[in-house]
C-alpha cells in the first residue's frame, strides 16, 4: 500500500495536494468541500495590502479632519481582517486538515502585524506573496529582492508558525533568494505565483484580460528553478505552482523536488474530483515504479550537478532546434 504522506512546512500532508489560494478558498463551506474531496491542505484567500489600502483612500473625504480620514482607514483594515480571522476559525473547525492563511503584500509596513492574530486565530501556517513588476526607471538592483527578506524578517519577529514565501517568477536569481530566504527563517518557497495576463483586443484596441487559468506548459519554468534550486538549497521545502494541469503534473513536481503542489486552474476547470483523480494516479504510480512513499523519490530527477547546468541547457537546446531548418 502506498504512503501519499509528505511534509510542507513543517507540517504534515496527508497528500501533496495543497489549494492554492484563490476564491476556491475564500468561505467555510468551500473549504469543508476541498477538505471532504481529499486535498492535503488549504491556503486561504489572500488578505491584500494593496486592495485594503485602496478601499481606505476611496473612500478618504477631503472635508473629513486627518484624523477622521485615518480613523476611517484604520477601521476598514480592522473590517477586513476581522472578517479573515473568522475565515480561519471557522475553516479550522470545519477541517481536519492544515490551514494556511495567505497575505498578499508589496511593502515592509506596520500592518503585518496583522500576521499575530492571524497566529492567534489558529492557522497552521503563513504564506506570503509579494508579486510586483519593477519598471521604475530608477530602480535600484536588487531592491526588489531586499524587499522580500525584510518582510520577512519583520514577520518572523511576529510569529512562531511556519512562515512560507511565494515567489514571482520576475527574479534574476531565485536561487540566491531562496537560499537568504531559509536563512532568516522561511520554511518553503512556493515557484511561483502567477502575474495577471494582459492582452489587447485589436478592434477595440482597448486592454483585456488574457487567459485566466495556467496550462501543462507553464510547469516548465516552476520544474526548472525547483530542479535547479533543491540541489543546492535542500533544508527549505518546495511547492511546485502553475501549470500544475494534470495528475502527471504531480509526479513531475516531486521527481523535481517538491514537497507539494498548488493547485488552482486544475479545479476550476475540473472541479473538486480533480483532487481525488491526482491522489489516485500518483498511488497507483508509485505502485507502478515500486515506491512507498514520496520520500523515496522526491528530487531524483533535480540538477545534481549544478555547476553542469547551463552546459546541460545549452545542449538541450542544440539538440531542441538543431534539426530545425
Same mark, same amino acid.
Given at each position: *500500500?502506498?504512503?501519499?504522506?509528505?511534509?510542507?512546512?513543517?507540517?504534515?500532508?496527508?497528500?501533496? %495536494?495543497?489549494?492554492?489560494?484563490?476564491?476556491?478558498?475564500?468561505?467555510?463551506?468551500?473549504?469543508?468541500? @476541498?477538505?471532504?474531496?481529499?486535498?492535503?491542505?488549504?491556503?486561504?484567500?489572500? /488578505?491584500?495590502?494593496?486592495?485594503? *489600502?485602496?478601499?481606505?483612500?476611496?473612500?478618504?473625504?477631503? #472635508? !473629513?479632519?486627518? +484624523?477622521?480620514?485615518?480613523?476611517?482607514?484604520?477601521?476598514?483594515?480592522?473590517?477586513? @481582517?476581522? +472578517?479573515?480571522?473568522?475565515?480561519?476559525?471557522?475553516?479550522?473547525?470545519?477541517?481536519?486538515?492544515? %490551514?494556511?492563511?495567505?497575505?498578499?503584500?508589496?511593502?515592509?509596513?506596520?500592518?503585518?502585524?496583522?500576521?499575530?492574530?492571524?497566529?492567534?486565530?489558529?492557522?497552521?501556517?503563513?504564506?506570503?506573496?509579494?508579486?510586483?513588476?519593477?519598471?521604475?526607471?530608477?530602480?535600484?538592483?536588487?531592491?526588489?529582492?531586499?524587499?522580500?527578506?525584510?518582510?520577512?524578517?519583520?514577520?518572523?519577529?511576529?510569529?512562531?508558525?511556519?512562515?512560507?514565501?511565494?515567489?514571482?517568477?520576475? /527574479?534574476?536569481?531565485?536561487?540566491? /533568494? %531562496?537560499?537568504? @530566504?531559509?536563512?532568516?527563517?522561511?520554511?518553503?518557497?512556493?515557484? !511561483?505565483?502567477?502575474?495577471?495576463?494582459?492582452? &489587447?483586443?485589436?478592434?477595440?484596441?482597448?486592454? *483585456?484580460?488574457?487567459?485566466? !487559468?495556467?496550462?501543462?506548459?507553464?510547469? #516548465?519554468?516552476?520544474?526548472?528553478?525547483?530542479?535547479?534550486?533543491?540541489?543546492?538549497?535542500?533544508?527549505?521545502?518546495?511547492?511546485?505552482?502553475?501549470?500544475?494541469?494534470?495528475?502527471?503534473?504531480?509526479?513531475?513536481?516531486? @521527481?523535481?523536488? #517538491?514537497?507539494?503542489?498548488?493547485?488552482?486552474?486544475?479545479?476550476?476547470?475540473?472541479?473538486?474530483?480533480? &483532487?481525488?483523480?491526482?491522489?489516485?494516479?500518483?498511488?497507483?504510480? *508509485?505502485?507502478?515504479?515500486? !515506491?512507498?512513499?514520496?520520500?523515496?523519490?522526491?528530487?531524483?530527477?533535480?540538477?545534481?550537478?549544478?555547476?553542469?547546468?547551463?552546459?546541460?541547457?545549452?545542449?538541450?537546446?542544440?539538440?531542441?532546434?538543431?534539426?530545425?531548418?
Amino acid at each position: *500500500m502506498t504512503d501519499l504522506k509528505t511534509t510542507f512546512a513543517g507540517l504534515s500532508l496527508r497528500n501533496p %495536494i495543497i489549494i492554492s489560494s484563490s476564491g476556491l478558498t475564500n468561505s467555510v463551506g468551500k473549504n469543508k468541500k @476541498l477538505a471532504e474531496n481529499g486535498a492535503g491542505a488549504i491556503v486561504l484567500k489572500s /488578505l491584500f495590502e494593496e486592495q485594503i *489600502m485602496l478601499e481606505a483612500d476611496q473612500l478618504k473625504d477631503p #472635508a !473629513f479632519y486627518p +484624523e477622521a480620514s485615518d480613523y476611517l482607514a484604520e477601521y476598514i483594515r480592522e473590517h477586513k @481582517l476581522s +472578517e479573515y480571522l473568522t475565515l480561519i476559525k471557522e475553516s479550522k473547525k470545519e477541517c481536519p486538515i492544515p %490551514i494556511i492563511a495567505s497575505i498578499n503584500c508589496y511593502s515592509d509596513s506596520e500592518w503585518i502585524d496583522f500576521a499575530k492574530q492571524i497566529e492567534a486565530a489558529g492557522a497552521d501556517a503563513l504564506e506570503i506573496n509579494i508579486l510586483a513588476l519593477q519598471s521604475d526607471v530608477q530602480y535600484t538592483y536588487g531592491s526588489f529582492e531586499q524587499r522580500h527578506i525584510d518582510i520577512l524578517r519583520h514577520i518572523k519577529k511576529t510569529i512562531n508558525i511556519p512562515v512560507i514565501m511565494k515567489l514571482g517568477d520576475n /527574479l534574476t536569481n531565485p536561487v540566491a /533568494l %531562496i537560499d537568504q @530566504l531559509y536563512a532568516n527563517g522561511a520554511a518553503a518557497v512556493v515557484l !511561483f505565483n502567477r502575474f495577471y495576463q494582459p492582452d &489587447i483586443n485589436i478592434e477595440n484596441m482597448e486592454h *483585456m484580460s488574457g487567459e485566466i !487559468f495556467s496550462n501543462a506548459s507553464d510547469l #516548465a519554468n516552476p520544474l526548472r528553478w525547483i530542479g535547479i534550486a533543491s540541489a543546492v538549497v535542500d533544508k527549505i521545502d518546495y511547492a511546485a505552482s502553475g501549470g500544475v494541469a494534470n495528475p502527471e503534473s504531480v509526479v513531475k513536481a516531486i @521527481l523535481a523536488g #517538491a514537497s507539494a503542489v498548488e493547485v488552482c486552474s486544475a479545479i476550476y476547470q475540473n472541479t473538486n474530483a480533480f &483532487i481525488g483523480e491526482a491522489n489516485r494516479f500518483l498511488s497507483a504510480w *508509485m505502485e507502478r515504479k515500486g !515506491f512507498n512513499n514520496i520520500t523515496q523519490f522526491k528530487g531524483r530527477l533535480n540538477i545534481k550537478d549544478v555547476k553542469g547546468v547551463n552546459t546541460f541547457e545549452r545542449t538541450q537546446f542544440l539538440k531542441y532546434f538543431g534539426k530545425k531548418e
